[in-house]
């Protein structure tokens, strides 16, 4: 292997190589002097890529650059479908799905511990009295005992949704979809791990 | 803007999938929580594509209103930066897209413009700043491809969906822009 000759071989291929690990070729470019040298400078240009990137994103965060930017987009809430709600005779009353939805991320949210994220009502919502399941995906503190979580979960909803709507609700399905790691208990307290149970 | 179901916390602590499923679901503050994690980035590639800082910013600006409205049929929430990346992509394509149609000009595929990229003075390394030069002079072509690809992380299916050309092309442009980056980088040292 006359590393003054040409091997032959493509970036391309060496790329390949690079992102993959492997390569039918693999023999060759382990061996190929040329191709190694053409392999170390790609492996440079990829950290001179990453931190070019990196410098990019310190200097492009000023401080308050993406307050206007947000301020701008005008966040429209989510109605999703509207739900009936018995009114005089002569009212035709409605609240719309993202409120309610919004409501069952607001109690689970009280609850500590956990963390509302997907929430689906499920049946015919805008038909009184249809039934309706409740799907909720959340992310859980370590060291709360999941069922208990659920349960406690499950009630606080069921209780929100009686007082504040007239859904029908069927089921309250709870899926825990996330955990994260404890909180680091502030000095001097007890911390929020205490609810684990101990060994 | 504070709404009385929005997040009753932020921080780092709040995973990307649940804050994408509350924004999916209307939470405004999860929403922006998302933008402050991962505007920076957006706007550091945006940079990188677009022509100038104005026109990045419009491009994040008009990326941000596409995700608000979108953000409910992402299907896999812990994927949502890359998902972000990609709208910021598509958007400054095809900003640059009306830019050369407004302008009236030809479209020269291979000769090298000089976009300013990021402030050299920001650019303090030194093959960080080698890197930042052999990319101001690549072809305009050749230098999306690569920003797509090493800032944006996408697929060559995907560079080649956003540019409207196959993955071959940009197999070739990538290989072509990887071959004069590494020479000159190597030059420069």
């Known amino acids: 292997m006359n590393p003054t000759q040409d091997c032959g071989r493509r970036i391309e291929d060496l790329s390949d190589y690079l992102d993959t690990g492997a390569s039918p070729d693999a023999w060759h470019i382990e061996n190929c002097p040329q191709c190694q040298a053409r392999l170390a400078g790609l492996r440079s240009l990829s950290a001179a890529a990453l931190d070019l990137m990196d410098s990019d994103v310190a200097s492009a965060d000023d401080a308050g650059w993406l307050d206007g930017m947000l301020a701008n987009l005008r966040l429209e809430t989510r109605a999703g479908r509207p739900i009936p709600l018995s009114g005089g005779p002569l009212d035709e009353l409605t609240e719309t799905e993202g409120a309610v939805i919004a409501m069952v991320r607001a109690v689970g949210d009280s609850l500590g511990g956990v963390l509302i994220g997907r929430c689906r009502l499920e049946g015919e919502v805008s038909t009184a009295g249809a039934p309706v399941e409740v799907r909720i995906n959340?992310?859980?503190?370590?060291?709360?005992?999941?069922?208990?979580?659920?349960?406690?979960?499950?009630?606080?909803?069921?209780?929100?949704?009686?007082?504040?709507?007239?859904?029908n609700v069927a089921a309250v399905h709870v899926a825990f979809?996330?955990?994260?790691?404890?909180?680091?208990?502030?000095?001097?307290?007890?911390?929020?791990?205490?609810?684990?149970?101990?060994r | 803007m504070k709404n009385p179901q929005d997040l009753p916390q932020t921080g780092p602590d709040i995973p990307d999938a649940i804050l994408a499923e509350r924004a999916g679901d209307g939470d405004v503050a999860a929403f922006e929580t998302l933008a402050r994690r991962h505007g920076p980035l957006m706007r550091a590639y945006a940079r990188r594509l677009a022509r100038s800082y104005e026109e990045?910013?419009?491009?994040?600006?008009?990326?941000?209103?596409?995700?608000?409205?979108?953000?409910?049929?992402?299907?896999?929430?812990?994927?949502?930066?890359?998902?972000?990346?990609?709208?910021?992509?598509?958007?400054?394509?095809?900003?640059?897209?009306?830019?050369?149609?407004?302008?009236?000009?030809?479209?020269?595929?291979?000769?090298?413009d000089h976009?300013?990229?990021?402030?050299?003075?920001?650019?303090a390394g030194s093959a960080r700043r080698a890197l930042n030069a052999a990319l101001a002079r690549l072809p305009e072509e050749q230098r999306r491809c690569w920003v797509l690809r090493e800032f944006g992380g996408q697929s060559y299916e995907e560079i080649a969906g956003t540019l409207g050309i196959s993955a071959a092309s940009v197999r070739g442009r990538l290989a072509r822009a990887r071959t004069t980056l590494v020479i000159e980088m190597e030059e420069w040292r």
């Open chain 1, 138 to 167: 959340v992310s859980a503190r370590y060291g709360h005992p999941l069922p208990a979580l659920a349960d406690e979960l499950r009630v606080a909803v069921i209780q929100e949704l009686l007082l504040e709507t007239e859904l």
């Open chain 1, 177 to 198: 979809t996330d955990i994260r790691p404890p909180l680091p208990a502030p000095p001097g307290s007890a911390g929020d791990g205490t609810r684990e149970e101990g």
């Open chain 2, 56 to 112: 990045a910013d419009d491009v994040v600006q008009e990326a941000l209103i596409t995700a608000w409205r979108d953000i409910g049929s992402l299907q896999d929430g812990a994927a949502v930066k890359a998902w972000l990346m990609k709208i910021v992509g598509h958007r400054a394509v095809d900003t640059g897209r009306r830019r050369k149609v407004h302008d009236n000009l030809e479209d020269r595929p291979e000769a090298p």
């Open chain 2, 115 to 123: 976009t300013p990229g990021p402030a050299q003075s920001a650019v």
